[in-house]
C-alpha cells in the first residue's frame, strides 16, 4: 500500500493543524494506521495510532488531550489533529501502516511495513 501525507506547515505555538495521510488501497480497513514523527539526529518517534477496525487509539503521553487520530475507512484516509501545538512537536510527520490482528493498536515501528514520505510540522514560539 502507498501512503501519501500532507497538510504539514508552519504555526504558532497554540495553534492547530490537521495532518492527513491517504492510502491507496481499497484494503485500508485491515490496516492499523499510525503516526511517527523524526527531527534530525534523533529515534523515530511514536505519536498516536489507531486500530483497523474497534476504533480503539493509543498516544504518546504528550499527545495526550492535544492530538487526535481518527481514519474514514470510506476515504482510505487517517488524519492527526493536533492542537495547542508547541515548539518540541516541531518534527516531520509520517503515516505507517501495519497488517494488525483486530482491535490491536501498534505503537512501534517494527510493526509497521508501509510508510509514507513524511510532512514537516514547524511550531514557532
Known amino acids: 500500500v502507498q501512503l501519501q501525507a500532507s497538510g504539514g506547515g508552519l504555526v504558532q505555538a497554540g495553534g492547530s493543524l490537521r495532518l492527513s495521510c491517504a492510502a491507496s488501497?481499497?484494503?485500508?480497513?485491515?490496516?492499523?494506521m499510525g503516526w511517527f514523527r523524526q527531527t534530525q539526529g534523533k529515534e523515530r518517534e511514536f505519536v498516536a495510532a489507531?486500530?483497523?477496525?474497534?476504533?480503539?487509539?493509543s498516544y504518546v503521553d504528550s499527545a495526550k488531550g492535544r492530538f487526535t487520530i481518527p481514519r474514514d475507512n470510506a476515504r482510505n484516509t487517517v488524519y492527526l489533529q493536533m492542537a495547542s501545538l508547541k515548539p518540541e512537536d516541531t518534527a516531520v510527520y509520517l503515516c505507517?501502516?501495519?497488517?494488525?490482528?483486530?482491535?490491536?493498536?501498534?505503537?512501534?515501528?517494527?510493526?509497521?511495513?508501509?510508510w509514507g514520505q513524511g510532512t514537516q510540522v514547524t511550531v514557532s514560539s
Open positions: 505507517a501502516a501495519a497488517a494488525t490482528p483486530l482491535a490491536l493498536v501498534p505503537t512501534t515501528t517494527q510493526w509497521y511495513s508501509y
Open positions: 488501497r481499497h484494503t485500508f480497513g485491515v490496516y492499523a
Open positions: 489507531i486500530s483497523r477496525n474497534d476504533g480503539s487509539t
